[in-house]
């Protein structure tokens, strides 16, 4: 029962740029930060982007992330084999009071 | 270095009680600021947040298994448990206990997980 919703799917071929959208509401993204992740099957996810735009130490720069209104966005540049797993976004929201996450997306790297 | 690793039944019965422990190190439990969420995934399905604790003590619960859920600190062992009662095969899945930097912050660093199946 995710309360965030994101394609199920996307594909690039090697080198080009893919962007995953993220859609949430006004309870959720639209008034708190967004974080994103990548989660290669059978292992645990991994912090990709936090409040919004920000990468931890050791992330990729080809990894960004942007926020308008209810809605969040992933963009992978330079797209490599190894990107080829699952994104998942997640952001507080104020009415369940709980973290939320995406439905998830899997990007193919054609 | 923040670590945190899972650990509890890989099988239990329909109706019993789920105990799960999330031991870690490199950080310490009454620092306010921070935290532990635990996060499941049943198999081939997305992630889903289960509960939080800080180190103040503050706990939240999703809606989908606030009657289920509790959340506890044992602040000497460095560990937080997760226990979920009156399982169902659909509680089963991949749990995940990983750091926060505060009760709003997304987890961040993550265990390996644990896999739970429900079946009689």
């Known amino acids: 029962q995710s309360v965030l919703s994101q394609p199920p799917s996307a594909s690039a071929t090697p080198g080009q740029r893919i962007t995953i959208s993220c859609s949430g509401s006004?309870?959720?993204?639209?008034?708190?930060?967004v974080s994103w992740y990548q989660q290669v099957p059978g292992t645990a996810p991994k912090l990709l982007i936090y409040?919004?735009?920000r990468r931890p130490s050791g992330v990729s720069d080809r990894f960004s992330g942007s926020k308008s209104g209810p809605s969040a966005s992933l963009a992978i540049s330079g797209l490599r084999s190894d990107d080829e797993t699952d994104y998942y976004c997640?952001?507080?929201?104020?009415?369940?009071?709980?973290?939320?996450f995406g439905t998830g997306t899997r990007v193919t790297v054609l | 270095q923040i670590t945190l690793k899972e650990s509890g039944p890989s099988l239990i019965k329909p109706t019993q009680t789920l105990t799960l422990t999330c031991s870690f190190s490199?950080?310490?439990?009454?620092?306010?600021?921070?935290?532990v969420s635990w996060i499941r995934q049943p198999p081939g399905k997305a992630l889903e947040w289960l509960a939080l604790?800080?180190?103040?003590?503050?706990?939240r619960y999703s809606p989908s298994v606030k009657n289920r859920v509790s959340i506890n600190k044992d602040t000497w062992r460095d560990q937080v448990v997760l226990t979920l009662t009156d399982v169902d095969p659909v509680d089963a899945g991949t749990y995940f206990c990983?750091?926060?930097?505060?009760?709003?912050?997304?987890?961040?660093?993550w265990g390996q997980g644990v896999l739970v199946t429900v079946s009689s």
């Open positions: 409040n919004n735009s």
């Open positions: 006004s309870s959720n993204i639209e008034i708190n930060s």
């Open positions: 604790i800080s180190g103040s003590d503050n706990k």
């Open positions: 990983a750091h926060i930097g505060g009760l709003r912050e997304p987890p961040s660093l």
């Open positions: 997640a952001a507080w929201d104020d009415t369940l009071s709980a973290l939320v």
């Open positions: 490199g950080f310490s439990l009454p620092s306010r600021e921070m935290g």
